[in-house]
Structure formats: C-alpha cells, structure tokens
C-alpha cells in the first residue's frame, strides 16, 4: 500500500487548546481506524501542526502543509480569524481542505474557492436555530455578554438579527475580552436590566465564569450559550448543580444518537487519548474520514479530491449526512438543542425539560 | 595575640593577580594600618578577610581559627566589622536604620539605643539628620554614616578602609581621635588609609603594600622613619 | 603621524575565519530550513549546540569576532551575499523561504527595539503594536488603487511612529519600569482597541495586498533560469535588502555621536545633561526611529502574509520580540539576528513535538539564559570605524 | 442610578481591588529586593492554586469535609509549596542572572511562566479545561436593598487587606525588614553588616509568593474557578497595579490595585453599550497617570542626587 | 564689561526643612582660581548643583558673564561654557575612554540626523580630529592612557576614572570649570601631579576660570588665588587662603584648632 499524507491544522498550545488537541485527536483516530481497515487502498498519515490560534502563525503552518508536496488535503482550523487568514494560501496552492469547527459564514461564503469546504455549520445556522427555539420556550427579554473575538462578536450579531426578526428584545450588550476574569461589573447591569434570558456567546473557560459569577449576584435568568460552551470541561468548571438547566446549540446531529456517532465515542474511549474530543471532535472525525473516502474513490490527487468534494451529497457520516452545496459549505445544516442535566449535556428532547419533569428558570 | 593571621593570600578579579602571596598579621589590642598607594590591592585584602572576595589561594586565621571560606555573615558574627570603602551607605534608608544595621547581629533594642547616642554624640552632624535619607546627606556627611555604622557592632576587631576620604579636615582629626579611642577600648584595629602622616601617628604597627606586594613593615616610628616610605608617601 | 599603532599588530587579522563563519551559518541554515524529520532536526539542534560550545572553549569565538572587526565592510557584504545564497537555492521552497523571511522581519523589528532599549534604555513593550500598526497600515494604503505600495511600506513606518508620538510625552518623563508600564499598557489598549472596533475590521482581521514594485507583483512567480520560483522569493530577497540596509544605518546610527548620546543617556542622564546632551531629543528620536522601523517590518510582514488580526499583535508577541533582543545581547545588533532566528525557527521547528513546542522552547531559552547571562552575543564596545588604525 | 446598584459597584471594586493589590505587593518586594521584573509572578499564583486544589481533592477523598479545616490547609500547603517555589526561583534562575542586564531577568521568568502555564496545562489532569474550585466560606449574604452583600467578600476583602497590612509592618517594623530593604539596595554592604543574604533573597522571594498564592486561592473561593491561564491577566494588571501606584511602599500596590479594579468598573458601568471599551479605557487612564506621575502615585523617596 | 564672570546673589537652596545654601553671595574673577571651602555639608555641592542646573534656586539668582542663569537647564549652562566633575565620580562605565571624553565635547559634535547616518566622510574627519584632541589630553594627565582610547572605563582604577572624568570637562574647553573633590582617594603626590596637569592646560588656553572644593588643604594653599568658606550655606570668610586659614571661625568650624 502506498502511504498518503494529509495534514491537520488547529490550536494545540494556549487558551482553547482542548478543543484542538480534542480535534486532532478524532482526526487520529479516524485515521488510525482506517489504516486498521484492510479493504482501504492506501496507508495514512496525518501531520498535525499547531496554529496557536493566530493568523499569522496559520498562514505560516498553512504554507507548510500546502506547499508539501507529498500531502494532498487537509483538515482545518477551530479559530475563524485564522480560517480567514489562510483560505488564499489553500487556493493558491490548490490544497484541498475542510474546516472542522471555525463557524464564521464568510470562510466559505466570502469566496469563491472550491479547495474551501466545511462540514460543521456556520454561526448563522446555528444562531437562526437558538434564536427560534428559545422565542419559542416564551422567553422575551435577552442579555447578551460576548468576547470580542470574531467568535463572540460573530454570534452575537446573528443571534441579535434572527432574535429580534423574530421578535425578541435585547436589553443590553456587553463586549469582554476573552481572557477576562471578572464580569461582575457586567453581571450587575445584567441584574439590574432583569432579563429572562443571559445569552453568552464565547467559548467554555470564559462561560464557567460568567455562569459562576451570575449565580454570585444572584441572577435566575436562563443561560443560554453557543456551541462554544458544549464540552465536558463546563460541567468540570461549574460542578453539576450549577450548570444545571445551561442551555446551548451544537451543529449536526448528536453524534451519541448516530450509530456511526455511538461507534466513534465508544472508539474514542477505546484509543485513551488523555483529553476528551469536546464538541468538535466529532465534525474533525467526520472531515478526516470524508477526505479520506474521497482519495479511496479519486486516489491521492489535489485536482481530484478538489473536484470530488464539489459533488458530495448525502455522505454518510458520523455528524448526520453531509452535503456541500457550491460554496462548498454543508447544508445539511442540522441544529441539535441541547440542556445541561444531571451533569452532562441532554439533547433537549430526549430532556426531562422537554418532558416537563423539570423546568428552565423562569417557566411555569 | 594575633587576632587575625593571613598566611600566603592569592586574590585575583576575573584575570588580573591582585594580590601576590601577602603574609601579615593584626595583633589584638593594637592599630595596625595597611599603606599602600592606589590600586595597591589593600580593599582587596579587606574584602579578602569578609569573605567577599574569595582569594585563590592562602589562608586567613581568625584567633587561630581558618576562616577563608566562611560565608561574610558568619565572618561578621565572629566579633569583626567593617567601615567599607567608599561610604557605602544604603542610599534609600535613613540615617537611623543605615546605623541599626551596622548593629544587625545584635538584638537587644536597648544596646543599640545606647550605641547610637554615643555614635550622634560623635557626629552631632547625624543626630541633626536622623531621619534624612543616607543617599542625598552630603559626600562627608556619609563618611559618617559610614563610620558610625561600624561603631555599632561594636566589635572586637575593626576593618577600616579610608575612613577620612572626603572629610573635612576637622573631622579627619576627629576620626583619628575617634579610632584611638576604639583602640583604646581595646578593640582591634586594621586600618587602611591614605592618609600617611596622620595614620603613622596613632598606628603601632604597619605594613606597606605596592603592586600587591608587601614591600615593607615595621613600628609605626620605624615606618616614619623610613626614607623609602618617606620618598614614596610624604612627597 | 604618531606613534599609535604601538600594540596593535600590524599583521592584519585574517579574514578566513569570517569568511569561514557565513559559509557555515549559511549552509547551517539551509539544512535547517529545508529539515523535515525529527532526526534531521534534533541532530541540527544538537550540532548548533555543539559549535556553540567548541566556539566558546577553544577561542575559536574570539578569532571570529577578531576576524569580522578587522574585516567587517567586506564580511558584513559577505553575510548578504550568504543570505542571497541560501535564498537562492530555497528559491523554489515556499514554506523555507517564507520561515525566513519571517525571520528577517524580526530580526529587522529587533533592531528598531534595539535603538530604543539596547542603545537609549527605554523598554518597549509595545513592539508588536507598533509592528502591527505598520501592518494595519499596509492593509489599509495596500487597498488605495493610487498609493504606490512601496510608499505603502514607508508610510507602515510613519503611522507607527505616529502612533509613538502620541506616547512621547509619559515616555520620555518616565524611566525603568514606570516606563514599562506605559508600553505595556499601550499594547493591550492597541490590540483591545482594534478587536473591539469595527473599522479595522474588528476581530475577524483584514487581508492585505501584496507587494508590488513598479511592474512586478509580488505575488507572481518569478521564473529563474527557467525553473518557477515561489511567489514568496520576492519577499525573501526584498526583506534581506532591506534588512542589509537599514541594518547599515543602525549600525551608523550606534557609530556616530547620536549612538554615543543614546549610551550617555542610557547610562547617565545627570551627567548627560550637564554635558549638554539633550535628553527629550536622543529619547524621543531613539523612540521614533526605533517605530520606524518596527512599523516598517510590520508592514513588509503584513503584505508577506497577507492576512493580519489583532490576535497576531498582543501583549505576548510584543515579549517576543523583547526576547530576540535580550536573547540576543541589548544593543547587539548580530545577536539579534541570531536570536530572531531561534525565536522564529525553533517553534516552528519544534511542530514535531505538538503540544509540547512552547514548554520545550522556554526551557531551551532558558538553559540559554542560564549559560548566556548576558545574551548570544553581547555587545562589543563601540568602535567608530572597525578596523581602522584609531579604532584599536 | 440607584444606591443599591451603587453600593453593589463599590462591593466589586473592592473585592477585585484587593485581589489585584495582593498580586502588586508580590511585584513591589521582589523591585524592593533585587530591583528585578519577575514575570512568572501571575503563573506563580497559578501553580499555587493549582496546588491548593489538589489538596482539596485530597482532602475530599480522605473524606475531611470540614470547610474550615479544609481552607485552613488548603491555604497552609498551596502557601508554603509556592513559597518553596518561588524561593527556587530565586536561588536557581534570578540569583545566577544577577550580574546580567536587568532586563534578562525578565526574560528567564517570563520563560519560565510560559514553562509553567504550559506544564500545568499539559501535565495536570485536564489540564486545558476550567477547574471548579470548591466554595469553603459561608455563602451567607444579606440583601440590602437590591444589593447583595456576600459574607465570603467581606472575609475574603479582610483578610487580603489584613495580610498586606502585616507586610508593610513586616517590611517597616522588623529587622528582617530592614535586611530584606538593605539587601535590595546593595548586596555587598548587607553582607558585611552581617546580613545572610541568600537567606534575605530567598525569604523575600518565598514570602511574595507566597502571598500570590493567597491571592490565587482568594481568587478560586471568589470565582469557583480556576484556569491554567487565570495567572497571565492577573500577573499584567498586578504590575501595572504595582507601577501605577509607586513602588515607594506596599500602600502603593493597595492604592494601585484599586485604581485598577475602579477603573474596570468604572468603565463598565459608565460605557454600558460600549463596555467592550472598558480596557481600552482603563489602561489609556494608566498611561495619563504615568504621564502625570512618572514614578506612581506614592513615589519612592529619591535618594539621588549629585 | 566687569571682571567678574561669576556671581551669586544672595543664593539660597532648601530641600524640605534643610537649608543647605543660605543667602550665599560670591563671586568670581575671570581667569581666577577660586577655592570653596567648608566643613561637609555646609552646600559646596549644593552650590555646584544649582549652577549647573540640575536642582532649582529656591532663591536668589546666579549671573555669569552678566547673564542671568538661574535655573537654567543643565544644557544651557553647559552652552555657556561651564562643566563640572562630580564628587563621586559619574562615568559611563561600559563606554571607552575615548567615547566619554567625547560626552564632554557635544557643543562641538555635529549631531544632526543626516550629519551622522550620511555624512560619513565628514563624520570621519570629525573623529579622527576628535580623537587626536582627546589623546592629547589624555597624553597630559596619564601617559599610558593614551594608548588605550578604546578600552573601557570600567575596567580603570578609581584614580585613572577621576583623570578621564577631569578630561572629559576640558575637552570642550570651558571658560569656568567646577572642580568637586578631585584629589579625593589620592595621595600626596597623584593629588600634586593632578594639579599641575590641570594648572598645564589652563596654561594652554587662554584665561580658564576654575572653582575648586578640597578638603585637602595643601592642594588649596598651592593653587587658589582666592577662597570662599561656608559653614551651614552661609558664608563665613573670604580671602585669600592664608587670611581664611588665620580666620577663627574658620578654624572653629572647618580646619580644626590644635
Ligand atoms: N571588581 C574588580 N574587578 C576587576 N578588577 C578590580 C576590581 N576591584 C579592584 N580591581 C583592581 O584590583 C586592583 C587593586 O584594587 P584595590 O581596590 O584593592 O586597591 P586599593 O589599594 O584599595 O586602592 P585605593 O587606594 O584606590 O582604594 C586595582 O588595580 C583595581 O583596578
Ligand atoms: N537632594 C537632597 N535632599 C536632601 N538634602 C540634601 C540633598 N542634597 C543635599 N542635601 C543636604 O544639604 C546639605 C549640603 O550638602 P552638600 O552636598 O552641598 O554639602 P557639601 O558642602 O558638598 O559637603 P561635603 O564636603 O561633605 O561633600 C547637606 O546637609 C545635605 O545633607
Ligand atoms: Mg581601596
Ligand atoms: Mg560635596
């Protein structure tokens, strides 16, 4: 069997390092499943190089992965600033590639590139869904703290145009850096604006404290966060009770619900990697093994593999089937509700919150 | 009694051989100076005996005792202080707490009350000033400092590198006044000093350094009377 | 004439040694550049190790250091020439040359830092703000269809020395670590300010034009002897001239009676006053110059890598650069070179090691530190003209 | 606004003003002792929480549940361990640095909080996530008002103050004092008043940071959380804090701390819609202050002169 | 135009409760060599300082060459043509000795922006003049020094930094140059050859005007023309050396009666 290359690209060092080490981790195992598969027709490998989440550093590991020759696609990007940053380098060498967790719309939206794919929904997806779903729970008044990356930032701008189209009222935004400690200044405007409904858009280290220092003022509104918040490391860093009717977004379909989903996670288990693949996990799981299915189908071509994802559709994979449409984006934009209970994350329905045996703050 | 002894002293800083094989000792009881002219090597020597330049070679006896390697602190608390060169004053503290350090080792609040009028009663110049900070006193109000800060120990041996530098004449007297006065307590004095005169008239003994090396040594007389002393210190 | 030259021996000090010196580093760096297995790479570390050591033991340093003051137009040329090799024959390597590059912009960013805190002692913790400001710079005049792009670099270096201007006055009224302060304060307050403003493009960051010279867009391939370069081969060549340029000028700047102001004030400002120096002036032109040309280098940088963010500029990229001088030796200007490339180089190197990089690289640096105290190389005492009969 | 919201602003501030205050006070002993920069201060504070917690996940496994007894060891081991750490910092990297520039100081301890940040999140357990530190001080609160007025803030406020205070009697009133300021000034002249240096140098360094880890678990039982990176922000705004208020005394850190933790509030609570400017504001007001007081607001007495 | 090229009137200088210049009024003649002489702390320095501007005047003002130059920056005075040593010695120690002596001589440097990065030619004629001037006078106070131009300062015993720091004063050739200590920590015969050296190139130029502090009375004796006592800021005798020698309050207060 000829050996294949194919990179991997996400943040291994600093502050979300967990999301990425969760990535390349389900990158791994994907390929370590496969390379265990006697019917595939090549050996894998994967070369996985940290981008620290800054743009310049991933223009910098993009360019290496790219201009390797010996690798023919890969799997990007958790942070968007830097997706943004290095999809003119995966163009102009024409490296295939597909985003596993950046959801900002504009890094497939905002070009015209067919090496550019994603299998993870975008902001807009998924904020369209929160906004409906919790208009729909009665809520009617938000407050909004975000981070002031283009992840926070991002959310927050969807989520406010779909809340308040559909009727929704924001009684106040808040802007904080993500390395920030203490919100309480914030909270206590929060406190006093009284709203049903704290939205947080930002990532898990930042929504613990938020969560927290709520709690500390005493604020009973409902915690409504984005996909950022959906890990285990939540429930580590607020302890069960705390957490406990947190509410949150995630694309794709609950991989536990999926067969290939229950597979991965049981697998995952299985290889003992010492930190959890986290919410995006699974999407880096399903890019690595997408891209591989592709060189099985095209063989390990740049052009070709280019060309085959153009056409992908209802392609089975452990995220729920995925399907590009031209801007190479997935369509199959499935948002899956999820509650905080007992200490882990619920799908809503399958929640006794849905149930009614227990209840969101401020329900009857 | 030799209180100190140094047998056959090496030091050197980085590359340069500062002091070549220096065999001398202090007897208790006694002012001993050191003469030498600049870059002799005598701050050397003094240091050497701190235990703050750490000499290659030789050895220093402390009533018998080998104290070459000791750490400077232990060296101290064996009954030595220095009056160092160049007033070296703790520029950010006061006047009051430059002098309580001179009596560091030494606990008792009421001993360093009592020493410290007798230092202000020595340099009323300094009761005037207690609490100005040592840094902005004047060149020779800090040659006091300096000197009343190693009275405080009130040791048993006084290391003592030019203590008038910067002094007015008046005080220079003074001081000379004031170290027989330590020697008369009985303490032991190693005095080095440029001024050659004024030091051979209340030494008893000493010993002439140049270029590192011990060039000469005798009574204080026999060292004023010396034509080699004479024509290199008196001029 | 008179009778000077009595202990400078009137051999000349040969030039092999330097010569012999470029021809290593410049092998050296290419092996590093292009290494790709862990073995190439560690046995790489391990052999700069090694050479440190021997250099260091057998005198060999000092016959190298000898050599290059007796002869350092022509060595200094040498290493130009040495740089344009390896440039060269990497010509069709885009991700070496582009490693380089970077490391020619930070080296060229350690030399604005240098006038500033290795000639003048003012530290700037702002560096990479500056740096960065020459980038935004370039963002925004490389969009302006009429702005010739190579203005667009000099006006990278204005903005940033604007933007320095505004700091003149707490800068050059404090000192030490109240000055410090300052820098440090104005770097998150540059980095939060375009994260949380949208005209810059907010967090998510601007694309940045290439390069163009009159004719030429950086962002073509040039064809060499028939063979396809990478696009980044400009870039290479372009930031080693400049980098040979103003390197020239720094190297004037420390060799005239403005370096010999910055040291006198440096050292002391008392006696610099009272010997007519004027302190506000060396600062401030210090402090402006030493902008110039980070924002300069940031420029370069910006259109290099063609997308920049706030997340490129923080606090932590500013230590990085005040790093490469440390590292390197204050005020020496050849230490930072040398230091900007292990800054540069050695993390990305490390990529094989993963998450492990940045822990591997502290402790590197600081077994560095431990044996260097006083940086790579430090700084030699300043000779007007090397070489010269006076100077010895 | 109204009186409760008022009154819940100041509570804030205050909390987060003594927290940042007891980082300052680290950095001012460590310019008092050896005029050196030490960056790994906030990674310091870090690693004693880190610590601390461990302790308590010790102390629940053995199943001594006591929230006192619990605090009172969590606080003696993470102290003591990082004030053994910080000491070897001293000893092994500062002291060997010393006869360097200044500044190379700053770059092996800022090495070395990378090292640390980096090992803790590699090496401790789950490291790169959010840890839920235990709340072992009586959650009672009184509403007064609209306004919550927590008992563990006040304890924790108190407590915070009373240890600086003890400090600056400590660094004023005793002879260890004395040596620790004689020291810092010149090294040599200490030893020959017979000051044990080293002892002086590592004293200083373990009692500053020792008092990090104070301000780290301060810190936990606030928030309930801790981070691996909770040290980076702490560590900037306690300099800062530390420079801004003078490094003349230890008042200086409080003084600056407050400065500090006001002017974030201030900045949320006067820019509401626009509070992503808040830093923004707060340190363009550090550098007009620098302007206008170029040596902090408490300056050193000068002791220059010519 | 007077004779007098320096003058204080009525000079005062307080630094919180003390006083350290008290209604201090003196002048100097031009070409004279005036000794300020007073027991420690009586504001020799202090006076020194507000001369050259580096503390402010709490009262009174200070003329020189008929011009008033109370507190006036350091520089200013300096362009006036008065330098200074300091009393502990204040040297660039990392720097050569051939690049502190040209600290003393800025007024003559062309430091311009361009002068300096292009005009190297120029800049090169300006070194080696320069460099020549600052062997031969360092050739007058210490032979052997002038062969090791570029050799740091730090790396010279205390004596050869206080010759390098009275070079770095003359090179600009000053009308008025402030002497504060210059033998201290010298013996007998280096404190002598010191003061001929400078009395040399005094000698060379025309009409160099110098105020020297010395608690070395014989260096007073032998080259003062004039002097002036303070005692507590104030002024206690003036004269010439013999007079103020013979003065009691002079002898109560400074040299001490045997
Ligand atoms: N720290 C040092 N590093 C290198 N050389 C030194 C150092 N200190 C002193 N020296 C050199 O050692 C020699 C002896 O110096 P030392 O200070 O002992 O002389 P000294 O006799 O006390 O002179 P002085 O009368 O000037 O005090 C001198 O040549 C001096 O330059
Ligand atoms: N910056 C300052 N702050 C406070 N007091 C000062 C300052 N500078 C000088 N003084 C005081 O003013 C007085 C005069 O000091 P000055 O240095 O002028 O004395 P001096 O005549 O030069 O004495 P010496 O011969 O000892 O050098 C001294 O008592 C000194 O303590
Ligand atoms: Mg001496
Ligand atoms: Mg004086």
Known sequence: KDTVHIGFIGPLTGGVSSIGLGGRNSADLAVKLRNADPNAKYTYEIEALDDECKPNVGVQVATKLAANR??????????????????????????????????????????????????????????????????????????????????????????????????????????????????????????????????????????????????????????????????????????????????????????????????????????????????????????????????????????????????????????????????????????????????????????????????????? | ??????????????????????????????????????????????????????????????????????????????????????????????????????????????????????????????????????????????????????????????????????????????????????????????????????TLAIADYGYVLSGGKLVGEGTAEALQNDSAVHAAYFG | MTDIAIDTPSRPKGWLPGVLTILFVAVYSWALLIAEEDWEVMGLIALAAAVVVLGLFTGLGNKVKASWSAHEKPLNLGALIGVLAVIFTLSDQHFPLLMLTTTLLYFLASLGLNIQFGYTGMVNFAGAAFFGAGAYTAAVFGNVEW?????????????????????????????????????????????????????????????VNSMRLPGWDFNNSPTLFGMEASFYFNYAVFAAILVAVIFTFVRRMERSWLGLHMDAVRLDETAAACFGISIHRTKILAFLSGNLILGIAGALYGMMISFIAPTSFTFSDSLLMVSIVLLGGMGSPWGGAIAAAIVVLLPEKLQILQEYRFLLFAVLVMLVLLFRPDGLLPRQIRNYFPGARNGQ | MDIGLLAQYLANGIMLGTMYALVAVGFTLFFGVLDVIKFSHGDVLMLGTFAGFTVWLGLEAAGISNPWVQLVLILIASMAFTAAAGAAIAKYLVLPLKKAPPLNTLLITLMLGTAIREAVRLFYPN???????????????????????????????????????????????????????????????????????????????????????????????????????????????????????????????????????????????????????????????????????????????????? | MTNSLLEFRNLTKRFGGVTALDDFSMHLNRGEILGLIGPNGSGKTTSFNLLTGIYPASGGSIFFDGEDITNKSPRKVYEAGVVRTFQRSRLCLPLSIYDNIMIGDTSRLKTGICANLLGRKAFRKQYEETFEKARSLVATFSGNLADRMMEPVGALPMIERRRIEICRALISEPRLLLLDEPSAGMTHDETDQLMTDILDVRARGEGLSIIIVEHEMGVIERITDRCVVLSYGRKIAEGSYAEVAADAEVQNAYLGVD
Not at chain 1, 238 to 253: H, N, Q, R, Y
Not at chain 2, 45 to 68: A, F, K, M, V
Not at chain 4, 187 to 206: D, H, K, P, Q, S
């Open chain 1, 70 to 364: 010996k690798v023919v696609g890969a799997i990007a990007h958790y942070c968007s600033a830097v997706a943004m940053g290095t999809v003119d380098v995966y163009h102009k060498f024409g490296l295939p590639m597909t985003v596993w967790g950046a959801v900002l719309p504009d890094i497939t939206y905002g070009n015209e590139y067919g090496e550019i794919t994603r299998v993870n929904g975008t902001m807009i997806n998924q904020n369209e869904t929160a906004a409906k779903f919790m208009l729909e729970q009665g809520y009617k008044t938000w407050a909004v703290i975000h981070d002031t990356t283009d992840y926070g930032k991002g959310h927050n701008t969807y989520f406010t145009k779909y809340l308040e189209e559909g009727g929704g009222k924001i009684l106040g935004a808040f802007g904080v850096t993500s390395d920030q400690q203490d919100f309480t200044a914030e909270l206590t405007q929060i406190k006093q604006l009284n709203p049903d409904v704290v939205y947080f858009a930002g990532l898990t280290p930042l929504g613990v404290r938020v969560r927290q220092q709520m709690d500390k003022l005493g604020i009973k509104a409902v915690f409504q966060g984005v996909s950022g918040i959906k890990s285990d490391a939540y429930f580590e860093g607020l302890g069960g009770e705390l957490a406990e009717g947190s509410v949150t977004f995630l694309e794709g379909a609950p991989a536990e619900k999926l067969p290939g989903g229950a597979f991965f996670l049981s697998e995952y288990e299985k290889a003992g990697y010492d930190s959890a693949p986290e919410a995006y996990g699974p999407f880096a799981f399903a890019a690595t093994s997408l891209l591989m299915d592709a060189i099985e189908e095209v063989g390990p071509d740049r052009k070709k593999i280019v060309a085959y994802m153009a056409t992908v559709k209802d392609h089975e994979s452990i995220t729920g089937p995925i399907t590009f449409d031209d801007h190479g984006q997935n369509t199959v934009a499935l948002i899956t509700p999820y509650v905080a209970q007992s200490g882990q994350w619920v799908v809503w329905e399958d929640s006794e919150y849905a149930s009614g045996a227990r209840k969101l703050p401020g329900k009857q």
């Open chain 2, 1 to 198: 009694m030799a209180r100190i002894e140094i047998r056959g002293l090496r030091s050197a800083y980085d590359k340069a051989d500062v002091l070549h094989d220096i065999s001398l000792t202090v007897e208790e009881g006694r002012i001993t100076c050191l003469l030498g002219s600049n870059g002799a090597g005598k701050s050397t020597l003094i240091r050497g005996i701190l235990g703050l330049t750490q000499p290659h070679s030789g050895q220093i006896l402390l009533d018998g005792e080998d104290i070459t390697r000791l750490p400077t602190h232990k060296i101290i608390s064996r009954g030595i202080a220095a009056i160092p060169e160049g007033r070296k004053m703790f520029p950010k503290l006061t006047v009051t707490e430059n002098l309580r350090l001179g009596a560091y080792q030494v606990g008792d609040e009421r001993t360093i009350r009592a020493r410290m009028d007798s230092v202000f009663e020595a340099f009323p110049r300094l009761a005037e000033r207690r609490d100005q900070l040592a840094g902005t006193m004047s060149g020779g109000e800090q040659a006091m400092v300096s000197i009343g800060r190693g009275l405080m120990g009130a040791p048993k041996i006084l290391l003592i590198d030019e203590p008038s530098l910067g002094l007015s004449p008046l005080y220079v007297k003074e001081n000379f006044r004031i170290i027989e006065g330590i020697r008369d307590q009985g303490i032991t004095v190693f005095l080095v000093e440029q001024n050659v005169r004024q």
């Open chain 3, 147 to 207: 702005f010739p792009p190579l203005l667009t670099l000099v006006a990278g270096g204005l903005v940033a020395m604007a933007l320095g201007l505004l700091l003149v006055y707490p800068i050059v009224r404090t000192t030490g670590h109240y000055a410090a302060v300052v820098t440090i304060a104005f770097g998150v307050l540059f980095k939060t300010f375009l994260e949380v403003n949208e005209i810059l493009g907010g967090p998510q960051g601007l694309m």
């Open chain 4, 127 to 306: 490291g790169s996530n959010p840890k839920a530190f235990p709340s072992l001080l009586p959650d009672a609160s009184v509403d007064l008002g609209g306004f919550l007025l927590r008992a563990d803030s006040v304890i924790l406020v108190v407590a915070g103050l009373g240890l600086i205070t003890g400090l600056n009697l400590m660094l004023n009133r005793t002879r260890l004092g004395l040596a620790i300021r004689a020291v810092a000034q010149d090294e040599e002249t200490a030893r020959t008043m017979g000051i044990n240096y080293m002892v002086v140098v590592l004293a200083t360094f373990g009692i500053g940071s020792g008092v990090a880890a104070f301000a780290g678990i301060m810190n936990g039982l606030y928030y309930n959380e801790i981070n691996f990176g909770m040290g980076l922000l702490l560590g900037l705004i306690g300099f800062s804090a530390a420079i801004v208020g003078g490094l003349g005394n230890l008042y200086g850190a409080i003084l600056g701390g407050f400065i500090f933790a006001g002017l974030q509030v201030v900045g949320s609570a006067l820019l509401p819609f626009a509070s992503a400017y808040k830093d923004v504001f707060a340190f363009a007001v550090v550098i007009a202050i620098m302007a206008w007081k170029p040596t902090g607001l408490i300056p050193e007495r000068t002791s220059d002169r010519v």
